[in-house]
């Protein structure tokens, strides 16, 4: 059994992620400000054996004579467009701050940390699929910056204490990940979709729908987050971690609707400022080291989905 520490834990993906670790048998802190995420994702771990929970925001210290941990994972930032662009400096922030932070934490401690980092260090790409020694598209000036740069900097912070001070360092590459928990007000494309299609209403398109993303089921991507961190000591990564199966967003709103049954209509909104016009990832090297590639299609991962949000907005009402 592993003392484990996951920031963002009580977020859409980190709750999902201290529940895994906890069927493996691993005691588990979860520290999360509940900036977006929520209490809610994480209640029916409060009971069990080997969970806590601290709020704490990751911008701030955490004091390591009060804890202990063989392995760190660092998930705490707003991951959904309008969340992070509310309030851009805080994302800088945490992404910068929190991961000087949070590095400093693993050093005292002699942990392994993780970085959650994310396919929007790509930018709007001019390769297609992605492979992780590309360098990326991205604007240092427009509204998503805030977020892919402050990432780009949490990788590079990764590296140098990994180079300077000897930490066992891994950094991961998220593409679109989807799944129960997520929040139905988060602004990404598929709770919005789902969301708008279990209410009757027009489903939101931005653009004509041709951009194209790639969906990872969130069981599949935690998987890959853990098969990452136990990798051996010498890999740090960067590593993409998505399902290389490319849909349009068009592609997506039909599969939805048919799924929920829904007699919603389309509205074609202007495509938002330095939106991807592409995203798939190249997975080969998570398939070479980790051994780890994506089990659940879009249409089953979606049907799961929809099933939970579903029960969501029935509670809600």
């Not at 992620?17 to 994480?42: Q, S, W």
């Not at 662009?85 to 993780?114: C, F």
Request: aromatic content about 8%; some cysteine; hydrophobic content about 40%.
């Amino acid at each position: 059994m592993s003392r484990i520490i996951v920031t963002g834990g009580a977020g859409f993906l980190g709750s999902h992620l201290c529940e895994k670790l906890l069927d493996l048998g691993h005691a588990v802190l979860c520290v999360d400000n509940l900036h977006t995420g929520r209490e809610a994702n994480i209640r029916h771990l409060l009971d069990r054996a080997g969970f806590e929970f601290v709020r704490h925001d990751i911008t701030l210290p955490l004091h390591p004579e009060r804890m202990e941990a063989d392995q760190i994972y660092n998930l705490a930032c707003p991951a959904s467009p309008p969340r992070y662009q509310a309030d851009p400096i805080y994302t800088a922030e945490t992404n910068v701050l929190g991961a000087l932070n949070m590095l400093r934490l693993a050093r005292s401690l002699g942990a392994r940390i993780l970085q959650a980092g994310t396919s929007e260090v790509y930018g709007d790409p001019a390769e297609h699929p992605q492979t992780e020694s590309y360098r990326g598209n991205v604007s240092t000036s427009g509204i998503r910056a805030c977020y892919d740069e402050g990432k780009r900097m949490a990788e590079t912070l990764f590296f140098d204490f990994r180079r300077q001070h000897g930490v066992e360092t891994k950094v991961a590459r998220i593409f679109n990940t989807y799944g129960p928990r997520m929040d139905p007000g988060d602004g990404r494309v598929v709770s919005n979709f789902i969301v708008q299609a279990l209410r009757g209403e027009d489903i939101t398109v931005y653009g004509d729908g041709s951009q194209t993303r790639s969906f990872c089921y969130v069981d599949d991507l935690t998987e890959g987050l853990v098969r990452l961190m136990n990798s051996p000591p010498e890999f740090a990564g960067p590593v993409n971690l998505g399902n290389p199966a490319e849909f349009t967003v068009a592609d997506l709103a039909g599969m939805v609707v048919a799924l929920t049954g829904s007699r919603s209509g389309t509205i074609f909104l202007p495509l938002p400022q330095d939106d991807p016009a592409r995203r798939r990832p190249d997975i080969s090297l998570a398939k070479r080291v980790l051994d780890w590639a994506p089990a659940v299609g879009l249409e089953d991962g979606l049907k799961k989905t929809v099933a939970w949000f579903r029960e969501e907005l029935a509670r809600g009402q």
